[in-house]
């Protein structure tokens, strides 16, 4: 079996992410944007998400496999403590283990970082996306009813959530990814 890596992502990544995210926006109605993003805007969000947050990427036998990031729940001070997250694979590698492995490391450097739930929307319907979330730990919270128009039609979006720590009384502001080091996922 080829050896995976994981690791966090780099701007220089942008191609490859782009290569499994286009065909997502542009033929399906899992990711909301209508326009697949320019690999130079792709460079531009890994880059401003690693300020705060992980992006990690997995490679399988020197192939970029899939990645998956955290982004901010809502703005609101008093949601510091939770964040939104996603998954996507290449179509040649979905239902082999990356997305676990990807979502399992990166709700580990989150659990680092302080924060304490993870929450993911899934449009539906979508049967492999509920299994990978929920092989992780995530429960379904709730459904936002055709709440998104694509590709001629209404699209509901489920969402699942994660505790990623046990909560605390008083809990101390996350960290942001940068401050954790550049070997922030060795000992993971």
């Given amino acids: ?51 705060t947050f992980p992006w990690l990427v997995l490679e399988r036998g020197g192939a970029f ?20 997250v996603s998954c996507y694979v290449d179509e040649r590698f979905r239902a082999s283990g990356v ?23 899934i449009t539906l319907p979508n049967e492999a996306s509920v299994r990978l979330h929920e092989s ?11 709440v998104g128009y694509k590709l001629g039609a209404w699209h509901p979006v489920g969402w699942w959530g994660c505790e990623i720590a046990p909560l605390q009384r008083e809990p101390r502001e996350p960290v942001p990814l940068g401050q954790l080091g550049p070997g922030v996922l060795d000992d993971l």
């Fill in 1 to 51: 079996m080829p050896q995976d890596r994981i690791r966090l992502a780099t701007p220089a990544d942008a191609p490859a992410v782009h290569a499994i995210y286009a065909p997502v926006v542009r033929d399906t109605a899992i990711s909301f944007e209508t326009e697949p993003p320019a690999a130079v805007e792709i460079a531009r969000r890994i880059e401003s998400t690693l300020a």
């Fill in 65 to 84: 496999a899939g990645y998956a990031y955290a982004s901010r729940h809502r703005e609101r001070r008093a949601y510091q403590w939770s964040v939104d």
């Fill in 99 to 121: 997305g676990g492995a990807l979502y399992r490391m990166l709700l580990a450097v989150l659990r680092r970082q302080g924060f304490f739930n993870a929450y993911a929307g």
């Fill in 136 to 146: 992780v730990g995530f429960r379904a919270v709730g459904v936002y009813a055709n």
